[in-house]
């Protein structure tokens, strides 16, 4: 099934910027919102593969690599960049259960703990609102705690568990978010 282009446009901004973060060198640096580049998914693949989550599964580095490589209409990727560097990667699985699902959110550890993921997480809602749904889903390993802790802050409860998705002795927990 398709999404009409009213519920896709609002995601698929060349160029957005979210506000401006402080660095933890004392200076002010924009973040903006672009589509991901292709020619950054092998080195993307690769950094977020040594860290966890996706490294606790483990996820091989060419299999984050290949799904940075594949966005398209419905399934919008987005580089979080400052200063025009990438620093985290926005998936969104567009029109799922009557709203996005945020499929992977995630930043170098240089820009955790900036306010990035509060940014980007103001910036769907808002895209959700605009595309005319109301609900927002993502989903975060057991194990994961600042994760849960992180969307649980910012709105999202917990709907429900999906046992051994990844692995047999590992659960996802789905969360939701009612706008």
Do not use: C
């Amino acid at each position: 099934m398709s999404s009409s282009p009213t519920q896709v446009r609002p995601f698929l901004a060349e160029h957005t910027v979210l506000g401006a973060v402080l660095e933890r060198d004392g200076q002010f640096s924009d973040v903006t919102l672009v589509p991901l580049p292709a020619s950054e998914a092998t080195a993307l693949g690769h950094t977020f593969a040594a860290i966890d989550p996706w490294a606790s599964y483990p996820y091989p580095a060419a299999a984050l690599a290949t799904y940075f490589s594949l966005g398209d209409h419905s399934a919008p990727l987005l580089a979080v960049q400052m200063s025009e560097r990438t620093v985290g990667v926005l998936g969104l699985r567009l029109n799922w259960l009557r709203g996005p699902y945020i499929q992977f959110l995630g930043f170098l550890p240089k820009s955790q703990s900036l306010g990035l993921g509060s940014l980007v997480l103001s910036w769907v809602d808002a895209q959700t609102l605009l595309s005319g749904q109301r609900n927002l889903f993502v989903a975060a390993s057991d194990f994961n705690s600042d994760a849960l802790r992180f969307y649980e802050r910012h709105g999202f409860v917990r709907a429900g568990v999906l046992k051994g998705l990844v692995r047999d002795d590992r659960d996802e927990i789905l969360l939701h978010k009612k706008l």
